[in-house]
């Protein structure tokens, strides 16, 4: 798989945890905010549409709507 491959992949990982919670990016921003993480709607939206942003963001992200647990099957 290529780069971009990788990052649409991951990407989409955090988006289908986000809608299998219901959790709009809004409200991602308030749950991070309530873990002490700074972000903006626009910015999640930009990283979560290029698919570019650190592990550290994607844990934030999945600690912060209280994912215990992924699956990375294809």
């Known amino acids: 798989m ?3 491959d ?3 992949r991951v990407s989409n990982l955090l988006k ?3 809608k299998r919670k219901g959790i709009t990016y809004s409200q991602l ?3 991070l905010a309530e873990i002490g993480v700074e972000e903006k ?3 999640i939206k930009n990283k979560l549409s290029r698919g570019k942003f650190s592990a550290v963001f ?3 992200s999945l600690q ?3 994912c215990e ?3 990375l099957r294809s």
């Open 69 to 71: 647990s992924l699956s």
């Open 29 to 31: 921003v308030e749950k």
């Open 58 to 60: 994607l844990l934030q």
């Open 2 to 4: 290529s780069e971009t």
């Open 64 to 66: 912060a709507i209280g």
């Open 6 to 8: 990788w990052e649409k």
């Open 41 to 43: 709607e626009a910015n």
């Open 16 to 18: 289908a945890e986000l």
